[in-house]
């Protein structure tokens, strides 16, 4: 009876040979995960519109005590991020990872955004929209939906 016999180098050939196919099934694989559209798109609640950009601009003092009154934000800075609710009587409550729990008082000075908290001087600036967000002196605010 007359047996197959195998050599080291037909060994190594065949290994070979199915490294290759490994890496181009992977390759496949990869590819089909990259096909499809590019970019980021916002969903209208499913319906399938898109939203678009708006211009950043200046708020007024009226238009930024309307957008914030009343309204929970997540809030980004260079030193804390967080939650924080903005109260009709000028006072606002948050909610730091690092800080902790805390509240403040906020105002309009001219057409400025004013905010202060305990142990923290009283900072100023524009108050702009995105149409996505706000940047409100040196905080990046994003409401918060129910």
């Known amino acids: 009876m007359r047996g197959i016999r195998l050599r080291a ?3 190594s050939s065949t290994n070979r ?6 890496v181009l099934a992977i390759a496949g694989l990869l590819g089909a995960c990259n ?4 970019g980021v798109r916002i969903v209208d609640g499913g319906s399938g519109s898109t939203k678009q950009a708006e211009p950043i601009r200046n708020l007024s003092a009226g238009e930024f005590q309307a957008a914030i009154t009343g309204r929970t934000f997540q809030y980004t800075r260079a030193d804390g991020n967080g939650f924080i609710t903005y ?3 000028g006072t606002f409550t948050f909610q730091d990872d690092v800080k902790g729990a805390g ?11 004013c ?10 600036g524009d108050f702009k929209s995105t149409g996505d967000a ?3 002196a040196k905080s990046r605010l994003v409401e918060m939906k129910s």
């Open 17 to 22: 040979i199915g490294n290759v196919f490994s």
């Open 103 to 113: 509240n403040g008082t906020w105002s309009a000075n001219g057409n400025q955004f």
């Open 87 to 89: 109260n009709a009587n």
């Open 115 to 124: 905010e202060s908290y305990a142990g923290a001087p009283t900072i100023c």
């Open 134 to 136: 706000y940047f409100a």
């Open 35 to 38: 096909a499809g559209p590019q």
């Open 9 to 11: 180098d037909d060994l």
